[in-house]
C-alpha cells in the first residue's frame, strides 16, 4: 500500500491531453514539494517534473505539473505513442522523514 | 556526465545478506546525497534510505533495523547491506542522486539491479 494515492491506469489517443491524479495527506504533498517520474518497461525511472512543476533540462513542454492542497496532477499534452510508459508521484514526508512515493499509473496510448 | 554503475549479488537465499555497491563517476561525490531504491516486481517504488559523503544516514523507519550503508569516498563508492533477507526483499534495487534529506529529486539512477531471494 503506497503513502500516495494514484490511480492505476490511464489511458488517452495521440494527441489528445490526459491527466494523471496523485493524492497524499498534509504529511506529504501538502508540505512539500512534488515530484514525477516516468518509468519505461525495464529501465530506470527518470526525473520529469521536480518542485510541482519545474521540468529539468530536456523534458519537452507537453509535460507539466500542478500541485493543490493535498493532491497533484501531471498532465501530458499532446499525446504521442512514446509516452506510454508508467508514470510516479513523490513527495518528502515529514512523519517518515524521507520520500514516499505512488503505485504508479500505466498510461496506454490507444 | 554523470554515471551510476552498481553491481552485486542478484540471487540469495532466506536470511542472508543482500549487499550492493554503487559507483558514482563524473561529478562532485560531496555535494550530493546517495540513495538506495527499490521496486518490487510488478510494483511501485519504495525508498531505502541515503548516506552523504560525511556518512550521515536517513532510512526508511520500515527498514532500518536491517539497513546499513556506507560510504568510500576515496573511490567515490557507496553500499547497502540489507540483513535477514526473505522473499517479501525481492526485486529491483537502484542506487540513485538527489540533493538531500527533503528533496526527492533523484535526477541519476543506476541501471537496477534485480536481486531475488529464494531458497
Known amino acids: 500500500q503506497s503513502v500516495l494515492t494514484q490511480p492505476p491506469s490511464a489511458s488517452g489517443t495521440p494527441g489528445q491531453r490526459v491527466t494523471i491524479s496523485c493524492s497524499g495527506s498534509?504529511?506529504?504533498?501538502?508540505?512539500?514539494?512534488v515530484y514525477w517520474y516516468r518509468q519505461l518497461p525495464g529501465t530506470a525511472p527518470k526525473l520529469l517534473i521536480y518542485?510541482?512543476?519545474q521540468r529539468p533540462s530536456g523534458v519537452p513542454a507537453r509535460f507539466s505539473g500542478s500541485k493543490s492542497g493535498t493532491s497533484a496532477s501531471l498532465a501530458i499534452s499532446g499525446l504521442r505513442s512514446e509516452d506510454e510508459a508508467d508514470y510516479y508521484c513523490?513527495?518528502?514526508?515529514?512523519?517518515?522523514?524521507?520520500?514516499?512515493f505512488g503505485g504508479g499509473t500505466q498510461l496506454t496510448v490507444l | 556526465q554523470v554515471q551510476l554503475q552498481q553491481w552485486g549479488a542478484g540471487l540469495l537465499k532466506p536470511s542472508e545478506t543482500l549487499s550492493l555497491t554503487c559507483a558514482v563517476y563524473?561529478?562532485?561525490?560531496?555535494?550530493?546525497?546517495w540513495s538506495w531504491i527499490r521496486q518490487p516486481p510488478g510494483k511501485g517504488l519504495e525508498w531505502i534510505g541515503e548516506?552523504?559523503?560525511?556518512?550521515?544516514?536517513n532510512y526508511n523507519p520500515s527498514l532500518t533495523s536491517r539497513v546499513t550503508t556506507s560510504v568510500d569516498t576515496s573511490r567515490n563508492q557507496f553500499s547497502l547491506n540489507l540483513s535477514s533477507v526473505t522473499a517479501a526483499d525481492t526485486g529491483v534495487y537502484y542506487c540513485?542522486?538527489?540533493?538531500?534529506?527533503?528533496?526527492?529529486?533523484?535526477?541519476?539512477w543506476g541501471q537496477g539491479t534485480l536481486v531475488t531471494v529464494s531458497s
Open positions: 563524473g561529478e562532485s561525490f560531496s555535494a550530493y546525497y
Open positions: 513523490a513527495a518528502w514526508d515529514d512523519s517518515l522523514r524521507g520520500p514516499v
Open positions: 540513485a542522486r538527489s540533493r538531500g534529506p527533503g528533496a526527492v529529486d533523484f535526477d541519476y
Open positions: 498534509s504529511a506529504n504533498i501538502g508540505s512539500n514539494y
Open positions: 548516506i552523504n559523503h560525511s556518512g550521515s544516514t
Open positions: 518542485r510541482n512543476n
